[in-house]
């Protein structure tokens, strides 16, 4: 058996790429010769001794473990088998050690230089490292409700070489590449995400709206099913998303000059409209789908929502929002209702 082990080491130390192979083959050998030394020269010595006690001592030796409760009494079993397997055994395990540590290293700088292919599902993509201070209010406010608080993160990004060490925990990922490749998108696992946030790249705001288009029109490809959001910088360029199947488009500059209108009116609005888009403190806006089965009116509607936690504003039917409808006004299937709360109902 040893020699048929050590014939099969030599082979495999031929392969370079088969180095694993080679020490556990190594290992293997060495057990087998400890064990089978051992019984050879102790058992004449303790007739009760098994094989479970020989393989035993050989994993106890060889890992450095030394409990004490066996080992060699006969001058030929220390000689030939007890210095071996001590002297192989050390040497064997600093080198696995090694090769563990070295694989972990390697994994560990693959994952945060964006070299590796993400395995988890359910996950929320981010398209576009803008900068440290953007991107990480974006991953609070997603972390901050309870529909997304365990959602692990995968940003994909082709101007930075690596992650910002704040970046760098087990819930964020990080994938380099342009989110507009197959490749680099294939590499983020796209088919199995939740949902995309594409942001605007406010470094390049001539070519952001085009960059963009193609990252949707290439996420759309190769999964129509995602929910996509993309933030918009020209306001005459929303059309071209939303023909490119785009769930939603968030336009800053039609949403600036509504704002600023507003506040000059009424000083105060931006800081009550900055409250309620934020999932850091107050109250939130929620859509809430409605039960059109036990709901047939918006009056039906509004006697779900009696506590004063929350507020029901309206009705939300095909992209179109009716603000305060009337009492009677009919609920049907995919309505939702737009809600003022303090968390998620």
């Known amino acids: ?47 009760q001794l098994q094989w479970i006690d020989a393989f035993w001592w050989s994993m106890v030796t060889m890992t450095t473990v030394g409990y004490g409760d066996l080992f060699p009494v006969t001058f030929m079993g220390r000689i030939f088998v007890g210095f071996p397997a001590m002297l192989l055994g050390v040497g064997i395990l600093g080198y696995v050690l090694s090769l563990v540590a070295s694989a972990m290293l390697e994994s560990r700088i693959m994952e945060a230089k964006g070299m590796k292919t993400v395995n988890i599902t359910d996950h929320i993509v981010i398209c576009n490292f803008v900068s440290a201070d953007k991107t990480m209010k974006l991953i609070q406010e997603i972390h901050k409700d309870c529909l997304t608080g365990d959602a692990q993160i995968v940003i994909v990004d082709d101007n930075i070489e690596e992650l910002p060490l704040e970046f760098q925990n087990d819930d964020i990922h990080f994938v380099k590449g342009n989110p507009s490749r197959e490749a680099i ?22 070519h952001s709206d085009n960059d963009n288009l193609r990252v949707v029109l290439m996420i759309e490809t190769l999964n129509s099913d995602v929910y996509t959001v993309v933030e918009c910088i020209d306001p005459q ?13 968030v336009c800053l500059a039609s949403l600036a000059g509504q704002m600023l209108v507003q506040e000059m009116q009424d000083p105060g609005v931006a800081s009550i409209v900055a409250e309620l888009t934020s999932n850091e403190c107050g109250k939130q806006f929620y859509l809430m789908n409605v039960d059109n089965q036990a709901c047939k009116t918006y009056r039906e509607v509004c006697a779900r929502y009696p506590d004063d936690t929350s507020l029901l504003l309206g009705i939300r039917r095909d992209n179109e929002n009716h603000i305060l409808p009337a009492a009677e006004f009919s609920v049907t299937a995919g309505d939702q209702a737009i809600l003022i709360a303090a968390k998620r109902p």
Request: aromatic fraction near 10%; charged fraction near 15%; glycine fraction near 2%.
């Open 237 to 249: 360029n929303e059309i071209f998303f939303r023909r490119a199947n785009c769930d939603s488009v």
């Open 1 to 47: 058996m040893i020699n048929i082990l050590f014939r099969m080491f030599k082979q495999v130390r031929c392969v370079a790429a088969a180095k694993p192979m080679q020490i556990m083959v190594l290992f293997v050998s060495l057990v087998l010769y400890s064990a089978t030394g051992y019984m050879y020269f102790e058992l004449p010595q303790n007739p």
């Open 185 to 206: 998108l294939t590499k983020a696992n796209i088919v199995n995400c939740s949902s995309v946030i594409v942001q605007a790249l406010t470094g390049d705001r001539e």
